[in-house]
């Protein structure tokens, strides 16, 4: 019996194509990413068709590749913390904790309460791994996460900020900054040359009530009081897995600048 999803509006029913997307790729013969419980997961669901018109073969591979790249940034920060505290903010219907990070003991995925009460019917809750239902505007949400030495958590947003204008993503910075000083913080954006290139999918997003409202650049995210430890571009740093059109695209036009993932710490 499929779960109903018609419920989920807005900017929440995108993490059903970031779902679908992990799932689709358990049928390529050499995976990107190892996801099982994504194909479960997507199985027990119903699928919201007004999706389909941005769902295609470059999102599916672009959703992939950037779980991916989160995972190894994931990874790298648990072998290099004493006590890890791992915290993804707009975590949808992530699947990262199974995949990579049963050996964590702390491990909190938040997102608005319709799409935690959506997961609920899908996995159970344990100490380790805690799902936190309320806005990552809320800020109360900070009060669940351990008191230990901020260099022990990095946060992910994965597909988040972009959905936030500028005065919120402001805020919730510096309040992170405030609270968990050299924690670190993972998060993908998009810059002003992809707002224009990327129209067509910008106002079909909006059609979706799920607006994209925060385009930026690396050096306006260091003035936030982040520093930045490294970035990724995602359609040029990961060729071995882009079609030939996408690898010619992103070196010779500037699609290959539009869309960053940022390792960064909160200073
Ligand atoms: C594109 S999905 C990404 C989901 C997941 N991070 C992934 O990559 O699969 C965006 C997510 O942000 C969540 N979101 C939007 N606004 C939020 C808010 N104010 N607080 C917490 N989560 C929010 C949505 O519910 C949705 O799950």
């Given at each position: 019996?499929?779960?109903?999803?018609?419920?989920?509006?807005?900017?929440?029913?995108?993490?059903?194509?970031?779902l679908r997307?992990?799932a689709?790729?358990?049928?390529?013969?050499?995976?990107?990413?190892?996801?099982?419980?994504a194909v479960?997961w997507y199985q027990?669901l119903?699928?919201?068709?007004?999706?389909?018109?941005?769902?295609?073969?470059?999102?599916?591979?672009?959703?992939?590749?950037?779980?991916?790249?989160?995972?190894?940034?994931?990874?790298?920060?648990?072998?290099?913390?004493?006590?890890?505290?791992?915290?993804?903010?707009?975590?949808?219907?992530?699947?990262?904790?199974?995949?990579?990070?049963?050996?964590?003991?702390?491990?909190?995925?938040?997102?608005?309460?319709?799409?935690?009460?959506?997961?609920?019917?899908?996995?159970?809750?344990?100490?380790?791994?805690?799902?936190?239902?309320?806005?990552?505007?809320?800020?109360?949400?900070?009060?669940?996460?351990?008191?230990?030495?901020?260099?022990?958590?990095?946060?992910?947003?994965?597909?988040?900020?972009?959905?936030?204008?500028?005065?919120?993503?402001?805020?919730?910075?510096?309040?992170?900054?405030?609270?968990?000083?050299?924690?670190?913080?993972?998060?993908?954006?998009?810059?002003?040359?992809?707002?224009?290139?990327?129209?067509?999918?910008?106002?079909?997003?909006?059609?979706?009530?799920?607006?994209?409202?925060?385009?930026?650049?690396?050096?306006?995210?260091?003035?936030?009081?982040?520093?930045?430890?490294?970035?990724?571009?995602?359609?040029?740093?990961?060729?071995?897995?882009?079609?030939?059109?996408?690898?010619?695209?992103?070196?010779?036009?500037?699609?290959?600048?539009?869309?960053?993932?940022?390792?960064?710490?909160?200073?």
């Amino acid at each position: 019996m499929s779960i109903p999803t018609s419920k989920i509006s807005g900017v929440p029913r995108t993490m059903l194509m970031t779902l679908r997307a992990r799932a689709d790729e358990q049928a390529n013969s050499q995976p990107i990413i190892q996801d099982p419980l994504a194909v479960e997961w997507y199985q027990s669901l119903t699928w919201d068709e007004e999706l389909d018109k941005l769902y295609n073969s470059t999102s599916q591979k672009s959703l992939a590749i950037r779980a991916y790249h989160y995972d190894n940034i994931t990874l790298r920060h648990i072998a290099n913390s004493s006590q890890p505290i791992i915290v993804e903010l707009g975590s949808g219907l992530s699947t990262r904790y199974y995949r990579i990070g049963q050996q964590v003991d702390n491990w909190f995925d938040l997102d608005l309460p319709p799409v935690i009460e959506l997961r609920n019917q899908l996995e159970t809750e344990t100490e380790k791994h805690q799902l936190i239902g309320c806005s990552v505007m809320d800020f109360s949400w900070m009060d669940s996460i351990p008191k230990v030495e901020p260099e022990n958590i990095l946060f992910i947003a994965e597909g988040l900020l972009m959905y936030f204008d500028v005065s919120e993503v402001e805020q919730l910075i510096e309040q992170m900054r405030f609270r968990f000083p050299g924690a670190s913080l993972a998060m993908d954006v998009l810059n002003k040359i992809g707002q224009k290139l990327g129209k067509k999918r910008a106002e079909q997003m909006a059609e979706l009530e799920a607006p994209f409202k925060w385009f930026t650049k690396e050096q306006e995210v260091a003035t936030m009081g982040l520093s930045i430890i490294n970035i990724c571009r995602l359609y040029r740093d990961y060729r071995q897995h882009w079609s030939l059109l996408v690898k010619l695209l992103s070196w010779l036009t500037p699609l290959g600048n539009i869309y960053l993932i940022l390792e960064t710490k909160l200073d």
